[in-house]
């Protein structure tokens, strides 16, 4: 009878990621506590740690990162608008988050990250930057 109540008291932190929506899978969210993305009370944790109500969790999903309290705890993954319930966002970290949207939406339309080979117009822009000489 007792392991039922601390059944409902805590939870697996990869559970309650997925459950809470931050990851889609819950393999996705055990990557991330595995890489450090994740830390509960300001420590690095494992997958399998429980997560209590009034838990402070810093998830890392760059650019950008979320400072949240646990405000509830669900086995089972439900609509996002029950989602959010689960937590409630800091006010910094929210803060945070829409100045570095706004920074990242202000960026020139330039910037560009590359991945892999340079596309046919990337070559000719090096071809002619090089010839400049």
């Given amino acids: 009878m007792a ?41 690095r944790v494992k997958p399998s740690r429980t997560v209590r109500v009034d838990d402070k969790l810093t998830i890392s ?3 950008y990162e979320f400072d949240i309290i646990v405000q509830g705890l669900n086995l089972q993954r439900r ?11 800091t006010e910094d970290s929210r803060e945070k988050r829409e100045l570095l949207r706004e920074q990242i939406k202000n960026e020139p339309l330039g910037f560009r990250q590359q991945k892999g080979r340079p596309s046919k117009r990337d070559r000719r822009n090096i071809i002619r930057f090089t010839r400049q000489d």
């Fill in 61 to 63: 999903k760059p650019p």
């Fill in 79 to 89: 609509p996002a608008t029950e989602a959010q319930a689960l937590y409630q966002e």
């Fill in 3 to 43: 392991d039922q109540n601390d059944r409902s008291e805590s939870q697996r932190l990869d559970k309650w990621l997925w459950a809470a929506r931050f990851y889609k899978t819950r393999s996705l969210a055990v990557e991330a506590i595995s890489g450090g993305k994740v830390h509960l009370n300001g420590q």
